[in-house]
């Protein structure tokens, strides 16, 4: 193990969730039903006496403490909750429990007990993930696995693993048809399972199935998955991302397993299931991995190309001009390219526009890189910035499963070249590695709507709580912006610490504040040279308000400043008031960005330093 967040961590967490960027709930919504539920392979020590539950939301500190509930109290109606709760924390009275739970508006919450770091076996035999297997988490906390292999043939296996309980349900009316290396998309209160084969060389499947919260199919219906006369419907081992509207991106793949690779991709929309042309990919592939970044953009890695080998290019889908391009790489302007692999690797998107693409098997071995991808503001289209960290990992790893968490780090788990399951918590800053325990045979790694992990593998299941609370969980309060882990900083070298001041060592270098959305805020910072203020809303290009050393706003509606002097930006809706010195001035933002959104900054110019940044939610 290398690093020492470990020491620093509560041996007991409640479930943590990202505030929503979505309209607050309807006012007239005051009460939750709360039931706190613990793993039988997992029992609470009996220390972990009363929680003091505390809303999370835009009001004064006064109206958020909300009850206090023991684990042995059953289920509890929790009232009075203040308008527009969308999230409660969790805190033990004697200090051994710290975590958060969103808050439906009806029915019943379980709110799950477990160790920090501890594997919780779940008890059903039957919860094992197949070989072509999917998952995807559902909107109560429970996690959907479906389809995959026995031997050659697919199956129609459905089954949903609940909050706590050791056996999962298996859902009779879930899949129509065997689907073995299809894919499943979560989006809202639905799940999208598309293409697939019945078996490991048959045809691909030219259908998709919508399946509800409880995995079943929502009308008994297969739906064809293709878009106007003479397109091909059918592929397999294909990538699938959700795109900010709520549709879903389908990439490439193949019609049956000895064809060669898909170009063209199509977009399903799970709410009426209706199917458009989505362009073609400038290269056909097999397999690519697909993600979304925060502000709306698809990435497409790797995967396997038209002469059968594993391809370490980079393409983008931009929502916004609803096309394929290749993206330009920052610095050099060449081709976006990730570390060579011969397959076997895991990408995933971190917080602040990034993504991360990790691992993969070598011809001598398994791969311990990581590549960064972030994208950065260009003139001349898509562009990311690449940084290829060539011993990131601890040791190499092939079979790789990864997940990200609010504060940047990156949850990876895979088989070292011995062929034993490894898993690790690794800071992509400072390239600290913490060893967890790993669950064998590991195939998915689902971030439950609570926060948990839901370890699915050839043995069962297991859950796993990881620490994801933030510095700021209960604003006011004030960063100091070099204190490890109190923002999200980017690759090794992008920053360097002075005293209590980060300093940029590169040009277009950004930082992010962890997990938290805000409503009205009010933000102050100390900072020097040349930055942009960034209000994140999920989906869509942040809104940006800059501040160098003489003035501070969007552009035109800006104050002067003084260099040095604080910067307080107050948001209040698509408005926001700047103050400097003596300046004030209201400006408007174009654009709605949001009920709620991340905060974010990026340093435009190298030697740019920023030291206290104090955030604040206003009522």
Not at 535 to 552: F, K, Q, S, Y
Request: net charge neutral.
């Amino acid at each position: 193990m290398r690093g020492g967040r470990a020491a620093r961590r509560a041996p007991w967490l409640l479930p943590t969730l990202l505030a929503s960027s979505c309209p607050a709930p309807d006012p007239v919504v005051r009460t939750a039903r709360l039931v706190v539920q613990t793993v039988p392979s997992c029992p609470p020590p009996e220390r972990t006496s009363a929680l003091v539950v505390t809303a999370l939301v835009d009001a004064p500190a006064s109206d958020r403490l909300v009850d206090r509930v023991r684990p042995s109290d059953g289920p509890r109606l929790l009232e009075s909750l203040p308008p527009g709760t969308e999230e409660l924390l969790f805190e033990s009275e004697d200090g051994g429990s710290v975590g958060r739970q969103r808050v439906p508006l009806e029915g019943e919450r379980h709110a799950l007990l477990l160790p920090i770091g501890r594997l919780c076996p779940l008890g059903d035999p039957l919860a094992v993930a197949l070989p072509g297997s999917v998952a995807a988490p559902l909107p109560d906390g429970r996690v959907l696995l479906a389809g995959g292999r026995h031997g050659a043939d697919g199956t129609r296996n459905t089954l949903v693993l609940r909050a706590a309980d050791d056996v999962g349900d298996a859902v009779a009316s879930g899949l129509v048809l065997p689907r073995s290396d299809a894919t499943a998309t979560a989006v809202g209160s639905r799940v999208l399972v598309a293409g697939g084969a019945a078996g490991a060389t048959g045809p691909a499947h030219d259908t998709f199935e919508l399946l509800d919260e409880t995995g079943a199919n929502v009308d008994g219906r297969l739906r064809p998955m293709c878009a106007g006369s003479g397109c091909e419907g059918r592929r397999r081992e294909h990538g699938a991302a959700a795109l900010p509207d709520g549709r879903v991106l389908l990439v490439g793949g193949v019609v049956r397993d000895d064809a060669p690779p898909l170009s063209t991709a199509v977009i399903v929309d799970p709410v009426d299931g209706d199917v458009e042309m989505a362009g073609a990919l400038p290269a056909a592939r097999r397999a690519p991995l697909v993600v979304t970044l925060v502000d709306g953009l698809v990435l497409v890695i790797g995967g396997y190309g038209a002469g059968g080998g594993y391809t370490n290019d980079v393409y983008a889908y931009d929502p916004a001009t609803r096309s394929f391009v290749r993206p330009v790489a920052v610095p050099g302007g060449g081709p976006v390219l990730v570390h060579p692999t011969t397959g076997a690797a895991a990408a995933v998107a971190l917080p602040g526009a990034r993504a991360a693409f990790v691992g993969g098997r070598l011809d001598e071995g398994a791969s311990r890189t990581v590549t960064l991808l972030e994208r950065v503001p260009s003139t001349a289209g898509v562009a990311l910035r690449t940084v290829r960290l060539e011993r990131a990992l601890p040791v190499g790893l092939y079979r790789v499963v990864a997940a990200a968490l609010p504060d940047g780090r990156l949850f990876v788990t895979g088989l070292d070249t011995t062929g034993a399951q490894r898993a690790f918590v690794l800071d992509l800053e400072s390239l600290e590695a913490d060893a967890v325990e790993p669950w064998s045979g590991t195939r998915h790694a689902v971030v439950r709507t609570d926060g948990a992990f839901a370890l699915l593998g050839d043995v069962g299941a297991a859950l796993l709580r990881l620490e994801r609370s933030a510095p700021l969980m209960q604003p006011p309060a004030t960063i100091v912006a070099a204190e490890p882990g109190a923002l999200v900083r980017g690759a090794p070298g992008d920053w360097r610490a002075e005293g209590s001041r980060l300093r940029a060592a590169r040009d277009e270098v950004r930082l992010d504040v962890p997990a938290l959305r805000f409503g009205r805020f009010r933000i102050r910072l100390e900072a020097g040279g040349t930055w942009q203020l960034l209000l994140v809303n999920d989906g869509t290009p942040a809104a940006e308000v800059t501040i160098r050393d003489e003035r501070a706003g969007p552009t035109p509606c800006e104050v002067d400043r003084a260099p040095g002097a604080l910067v307080t930006v107050e948001r209040r809706g698509d408005t926001i008031t700047l103050e400097s010195g003596r300046g004030r001035r209201d400006c408007s933002l174009r654009g709605a960005i949001g009920a709620r959104v991340g905060i974010g900054l990026r340093a435009l110019s190298a030697g740019s330093w920023v030291g206290r940044i104090q955030l604040e939610r206003l009522p």
